[in-house]
């Protein structure tokens, strides 16, 4: 059975279809006011994020973006996936691989989009900050959440002053 979803970054061609997973996505978002046009979004999406960030698609076997991450350093500026998709594991596989080459993430989530939190949580996120929401467009109390690589430190040898000052242990 051929996996549900690839990922590939994204190029400039690519925005259009990013854009509408994006404005198709976060329309779902009903506690929010809808403060731009589809236009405005794949304006914002091509202009800004494509060029600001390192975007990662899921694309399904027929080729169709499910779901994207734009990144920025260790900073998730946007995940979102595709109404149709989501639940199916596009977004999943896409923190997993953002995962790979950090240390540690972060992200800003609305408090009341608890189905994204859940999933944030599921993966390992922990929130670190709640804001009313002043600092964002549409006003809206957010959570900033954070992952964090648990390192292996392995056996630890405890050596005590006096060793310490002979210079090792005995």
């Known amino acids: 059975m051929a996996a549900p979803f690839s990922l590939r970054r994204a190029v400039t061609r690519d925005a259009d279809d990013i854009a509408a997973v994006f404005s ?37 076997p027929a080729g169709e973006i499910a779901s994207f991450l734009a990144r920025e350093g260790e900073d998730i500026r946007l995940l979102y996936t595709h109404p149709r998709h989501i639940g199916k594991g596009g977004g999943g596989l896409l923190i997993e691989a953002a995962k790979g080459s950090v240390e540690t993430l972060e992200l800003w989530c609305f408090q009341a989009n608890v189905a994204a939190r859940r999933f944030y949580e599921r993966h390992g996120f922990t929130a670190i900050r709640f804001t009313d929401g002043a600092d964002n467009e549409e006003e809206a109390a957010d959570v900033r959440y954070r992952w964090q690589r648990q390192s292996y430190v392995g056996p630890i040898s405890i050596i005590s002053e006096s060793e310490s000052s002979r210079g090792g242990s005995a």
């Open 24 to 60: 198709s996505s976060y329309r779902l978002l009903t506690f929010l006011p809808m403060l731009h046009t589809p236009d405005e979004d794949r304006r914002f999406i091509g202009n800004t994020i494509l060029t600001q960030c390192e975007v990662t698609i899921a694309e399904t």
